[in-house]
């Protein structure tokens, strides 16, 4: 059949190494800011649900929906007033659409 629905999962994991450019600028009410970041490497947890939409024998539609989870370090410091702060684990969700040709 060249059309219909089909539906998937997938989980998986993975590793990012993050590279963050320094921030700097002014601050309101004078002053200025210079803040660099030192992230570590991040491990990944990824699922997601979808489905794929055939339209025809060359193309179809995927619909998916997917979130992540990333155990990470992040450490800010801003190099002018020695302040510093940090960014744990945190998680990413969103809604994908897609249309392939074949």
Known sequence: ??????WFWN??????????DDVDGPLFGGGTYDI???????LILIGNVGWIQRLG?????????TAEYHSADWEMT????GN???????SVYGFRLGLTYR
């Open 1 to 6: 059949d060249s059309t219909g629905w089909t």
């Open 11 to 20: 989980l998986g994991g993975g590793i990012n190494e993050v590279d963050v």
């Open 84 to 90: 510093t702060g940090d960014i744990d684990d945190y």
């Open 78 to 81: 801003d190099k002018i007033s």
């Open 57 to 65: 024998n060359t193309w179809s539609a995927r619909y998916e929906i």
């Open 36 to 42: 660099e970041t030192d992230v570590d490497t991040e």
